[in-house]
């Protein structure tokens, strides 16, 4: 009788957090430490294909890698990681202030004439962007370690033509760990086409090479791609007689009237806006923006009763035309319907708007005052229906969910009575051993964003970085720029010790302050000093 074949085996992700040192290419794992020494072998340095945690485990034991690791920390003097420190910090502030590469070098003449030891080397663009691309993978390889710990996580996409006149895309990632949702830069990507099909595969290429997830489980914890679709109009208004229909008294009124709806949607849109809404706020903020609105039927908003105090003119502008009361009151109904009916279709129509509906408790100051032990059923009940295709047992046991849903309101609402702020945050710490099942579930639905403005906030600064004189920036400089900018500490609280010992593993390196070699002077293709062409001003002004 044949013995059944052994499951093919892969690689897991998670590895990379307990062994910092690995790295996966082609299909295979290699030892960033002992690929950066001479005279190394094995099948961490030609490519390993065991993908056991056992291998890992005997491979860091090894004498070959722990001689490696002690030859890159013997490279790196105390007098050398001080003056790298200096540079490296350097490297951060640029990055972090949004100025050029071609700061460095005078950055460093600066800290020389202040009396600071920063060497001769290494003292240009070049290696300025090979430092802050070490401090962006800093960033990522505590952003891999992160997410290792969240089940879930989604997507947020959004697109422009930047600079380059090319299609452009900004990846965010969403997740939540016990209760607290976190948002941060991914990447930023150019595409030839801006299709579903070509997104959806830039979202997975870029997970695998920058958090190193393999398809299996991009497509296990992946919940949701949030993208911002934009709608056209081909609709032009005639500059002629524009000013004529300006100043008429029916356009005054209706302006005024869609000013004061425009403030109502203003603060919803900004409170939709804030990086930590979830789904579950959306019906609160809804239903505040809608009862605004249909008070407008009751008594006119300040625009309007400003616009119908005054009968002849319009701060200042004679006005012609007459607005009887019959017209002025089938207008604002007219505009205040509309505006909820677009609204409610926008937010709650269909399935997407049930969903949306039944997250209302993650909202803890909006549950009921008294206990009930229907309160919260039926939603998870619905969400339970939605979501339990992609549920994975090795995480959660959906079907403990309802069971411990009860358990977890006793919990909430001893925690309610005496507690004036209750976050998620705090339920996890006193209830995440006694209904793991449910708060793992409640992690799934932080980690759905409720809109794409991360994305939109970071399009700003990516103009910002890859200007007009700046357009030939390739995505991975790009991509590291921001990252540092968005993930990484504030200047006065950045220590780039681990920077550094990870510039320093990427290849062999020699900490010397000597003369700098020539191939070390030389600059990228893609620099500041090739993009600024033609222009102009200093490159101190670049940006």
């Avoid at 708007?353 to 803890?364: E, R």
């Amino acid at each position: 009788m044949a013995m059944p074949s052994e499951p093919a085996r892969i690689f897991k992700s998670e590895w990379t957090a307990t062994f910092p040192w690995l790295y996966v290419k082609d299909g295979k794992m290699f030892c960033n430490t002992c690929d950066s020494q001479p005279a190394t072998s094995g099948h961490f340095v030609s490519g390993s294909q065991n993908f056991r945690i056992s291998a890992l485990q005997l491979h860091a034991q090894s004498a070959q890698h722990k001689r490696c690791d002690a030859m890159i920390q013997q490279n790196a003097t105390n007098a050398d990681i001080n003056r790298m420190s200096l540079l490296f910090r350097n490297a951060h502030a640029i990055a972090k202030a949004g100025r050029p590469f071609s700061d460095f070098p005078w950055l460093c003449t600066l800290d020389e004439k202040k009396g600071l030891s920063v060497g001769d080397s290494y003292r240009n663009e070049k290696k300025c962007s090979e430092f802050i691309e070490s401090i962006a993978e800093e960033q990522r390889m505590q952003l891999r370690s992160v997410i290792q710990k969240a089940h879930y996580f989604s997507i947020m996409v959004d697109g422009t033509t930047d600079s380059s006149v090319t299609e452009a895309e900004i990846m965010y990632i969403r997740y939540a760990i016990d209760g607290m949702p976190y948002v941060r830069f991914l990447a930023y990507v150019n595409i030839s086409r801006a299709n579903a099909s070509t997104i959806t595969e830039s979202i997975v290429k870029t997970l695998e090479q920058h958090l190193h997830l393999t398809k299996q489980v991009i497509f296990e914890r992946l919940m949701s791609i949030t993208t911002d679709a934009s709608v056209s109009s081909d609709s032009k208004a005639k500059a002629k007689g524009f000013f004529k229909t300006l100043t008429t008294r029916k356009t005054v009124i209706l302006a005024s009237l869609l000013t004061d709806a425009i403030d109502v949607l203003h603060v919803l849109s900004l409170s939709l806006q804030h990086t930590y809404c979830s789904p579950g706020c959306i019906i609160d903020m809804l239903n505040v923006a809608l009862l605004k609105l249909e008070q407008f039927k009751q008594r006119p908003g300040l625009y309007l009763q400003a616009a119908l105090s005054e009968t002849m003119s319009f701060m200042g502008v004679p006005i012609s035309g007459t607005y009887n009361d019959d017209q002025l009151c089938t207008a604002i109904h007219h505009v205040v319907d509309g505006l909820v009916e677009q609204l409610q279709k926008r937010l709650l129509d269909g399935s997407s708007g049930n969903l949306t509906a039944s997250m209302t408790f993650l909202v803890l100051k909006n549950w009921p005052e008294e206990h009930t032990q229907e309160f919260g059923n039926e939603a998870i009940h619905v969400l339970l229906r939605h979501f339990n295709p992609i549920l994975h047992d090795s995480i959660m046991n959906s079907t403990r969910i309802p069971e411990e849903w009860s358990t977890l309101k006793e919990y909430v609402y001893k925690l309610k009575n005496g507690s004036k702020e209750l976050t998620w945050v705090g339920v996890n710490e006193v209830a995440k051993d006694v209904c793991p099942n449910v708060l793992h579930f409640v992690d799934l639905l932080l980690s759905l964003p409720a809109s794409s403005a991360d994305c939109e906030r970071g399009f700003s600064l990516t103009k910002f970085i890859k200007s007009d004189w700046r357009s030939k920036l390739l995505d991975k400089k790009v991509t590291n720029l921001m990252t540092v900018k968005l993930n990484s500490p504030e200047i006065d609280g950045f220590d780039p010790h681990q920077s550094i010992q990870l510039w320093l593993g990427i290849r062999k390196r020699r900490l010397s302050s000597s003369e700098l070699p020539e191939s070390d002077a030389e600059s990228d293709s893609d620099d500041d000093t090739e993009a600024l062409g033609d222009n102009p001003c200093s490159s101190s002004t670049a940006f």
